[in-house]
């Protein structure tokens, strides 16, 4: 069966939102512009008979790294080989690069077989905002007055490569709300939280210490209606971010593991409270 494969139009981003919808992933309302911001050729839909069955994100991240998302067969189309040439597709879009996806544990067996590697597991907490006392003042600013350098700079510390582009796009989305942690003029923490399909997400949460990333969680969930349900995307290898979820309240929903193809990329972890998205990392 024939599989016409070609890169998503600006204006298509939601064929690939809705891809990842139905999958249960949970997108945020206005993901799809700050995706394809990160890479306009970067996302591949699949077509056959000239209706959309999948589609895949292969985005590259400077000369040296990219990142596998949006990997999603429709399932009335599975099981026919489909999935396997938008991967074969997406794979040779990001050649000669590190490479880093997310994927469902139990897939891990066929990412090995295309040279993937397991780095760390992630989870997804889930948990109620609630109604809480006076907000702590002086140390946390809008993240729209920071330097947006500051910002980059503190993002390429926890992300193998820079991503200006979507960066840009991701901290001034609507329906979001960016806080930092300044000390001292310095950047010691920040995080944003986005409206979704199903309540909201944190990501990312990025911090010094579990001390500030609380801090930061707290007063972004200040942002959004009491009783909502808030999500955090937590990378399980940073033990004091698991503990800062549940000391929360929150309770684990879903996993992923984190693989790469290629040596796995330095960063620091330790400040990673939440991770920006699943999706492209």
Known sequence: MDLHIRTLRPNEMRLAIDFAAL??????????????????????????????????????????????????????????????????????????????????????????????????NNARFAGVARPAGQAVVGQIVPLSGVDFKRVRDDDRRVFPAARDDFLRAWISMPDATGLAWMERKRLAGWGLIRRCREGHKIGPLVADSREIAKSLYLALCRSVPVGDTVFLDVPLRNAEAATLATSLGMQRVFETARMYAGATPACEIERVFGVTSFELG
């Not at 000369?63 to 999935?83: D, M, N, Q, S």
């Not at 879009?93 to 891990?108: H, N, S, T, Y």
Request: aromatic letters at 14%; a negative charge.
């Open 23 to 120: 999958e249960g992933w949970n997108p945020g309302l206005h993901d799809g512009v700050c995706f394809h911001a990160a890479d306009p050729e970067g996302f591949l839909i699949g077509e056959h008979e000239g209706k959309p069955i999948g589609c895949i994100a292969a985005v590259r991240y400077e000369a040296h790294f990219g990142f596998i998302g949006f990997y999603v067969v429709a399932p009335p189309w599975r099981g026919k080989g489909f999935g396997l040439k938008l991967w074969q597709a997406g794979m040779a879009r990001l050649e000669g690069r590190v490479i880093g996806l997310d994927g469902v544990p139990a897939q891990q067996d066929n990412y090995r077989r295309s040279g993937f590697t397991l780095a760390w």
